[in-house]
């Protein structure tokens, strides 16, 4: 599968669908605490979804081998790594979760992200294993510019990550999108500098890492052909935003009134 680059006209609809998608995530986050349930959550962007006259790109995805999704978005709690179902169980207090959302607008054009909430008080190495998974997205992102490579991401990611001691999930990785959920190319997030494709202004992808608190191993859980879970049961966080390739650096497509700012050591501002 050949890398699509965006036109200008393409953007545009990428823009839409990304602050969407982003605007979902704001409306979860101010309802996630103990006691709300990870169907309770999928049932709140559902609606979102609604309102804005998307829908949901995961209910009734079926990649081959894998049976249809069947839920409005994914709910990854504590060591689950990706693609958790949402369910009836109640999240208490201390639990970490995932939220992955994926719209489609009228026009077809996809946006994709994810983000952690801490449900209510958490322990020390929840928040330590959200920020640093956080800022390790944030050293990906600040590696995207025309003439770089997709390995220098990866390897940002990776050297960030690991001299926190914690491990990059191999199994998983970001993705070209557009009016496909899943598009060239591949994003890694571990690697080798000058590696893997070089990026060209116009070329739209997530930066997804999933980094375990423990070993990089992950595991099916159960049957239900979708739940991943860290092998020796540690706890994995993720965040996920959608960038553009611009002429000069990158943009991040993913961003609304109450996304996360990005840290101290990325620009206030994108290229």
Known sequence: MSILIKSAEDIAG???????ASEVLDHIGAHVRPGISTHDIDQLGAKCMARQGTVSATVGYQPPGYPPYPASLCTSVNHVVCHGIPNDKPLKKGDIVNVDVTVITPDGWHGDNSRMYLVGETSIAAKRLCAV????MWHGIAQVRPGA??????????????SHGFSIV????GHGIGKRFHEAP????????GTFEE????????IEPMVN???REVKELGRDGWTIVTRDHSLSAQWEHTVLVT????????????????PAFVAATTT
Do not use: N, W
Request: proline share 9%; glycine share 10%; with cysteine.
């Open 14 to 20: 990428m823009r839409l669908a990304c602050r969407l």
């Open 133 to 136: 998974t956080f800022d390790a």
């Open 149 to 162: 490579h997709l390995g220098d991401v990866g390897y940002a990611i990776q050297k960030f990550t690991e």
């Open 170 to 173: 191999r199994e998983f990785c």
């Open 186 to 193: 591949q994003v890694l997030h571990y690697g080798s500098p």
């Open 199 to 206: 990026l060209r202004p116009g070329m739209v992808f997530t």
């Open 213 to 215: 608190a423990g070993r």
């Open 247 to 262: 002429p000069t650096g990158y943009e991040v497509m993913t961003l609304s009134a109450g996304s996360p700012p990005p």
